[in-house]
């Protein structure tokens, strides 16, 4: 939630300055690129609904972390994003185990992907993170 703040400075003559709150408003910051829907060989990311399908069969991915770190992967394909950025982007907490949570999630969504398809949408780069790649064909 961001708050937009209107407020009216005033300088008298001897430089004193004074502020009146003329009004506030709470508005919601919209997230960059959510309104897309992202579509990569059979694949299809869609952010308004909320879901990921795969030729039409929808994967059943958590809200929470499944699908959030799949949306941050494939806004970005071919980008290696560390494991601390991963959490970073998703996670809301503060950070306990990273490397286990991380890979926990990226199990878990490649678990189902490979119900749908033998692609391999995202991939370990050694010793840095993960990436996501559009894969051609089957």
């Not at 290696?80 to 503060?94: D, H, P």
């Not at 999630?105 to 692609?119: A, F, G, P």
Request: aromatic residues 10%; hydrophobic residues 35%.
């Amino acid at each position: 939630m961001e708050q937009i703040e209107i407020i009216l400075r005033t300088t008298d003559p001897a430089g004193k300055v004074t502020e009146q709150l003329l009004a506030r408003f709470d508005t919601e910051k919209p997230a960059p690129g959510n309104d897309r829907v992202l579509q990569y060989s059979g694949l299809c990311i869609d952010s308004v609904r909320h879901q990921v399908s795969y030729q039409g069969s929808v994967l059943p991915l958590t809200e929470t972390y499944e699908f959030q770190t799949f949306v941050y992967l494939a806004s970005q394909p071919g980008r290696v994003f560390t494991k601390e950025q991963i959490y970073q982007a998703v996670w809301k907490e503060e950070p306990v185990d990273v490397s286990s949570a991380v890979f926990c999630i990226i199990r878990n969504i490649r678990q189902k992907l490979r119900k749908v398809t033998k692609k391999e949408y995202i991939q370990t780069v050694w010793g840095v993170g993960y990436k996501f790649v559009d894969v051609p064909g089957e």
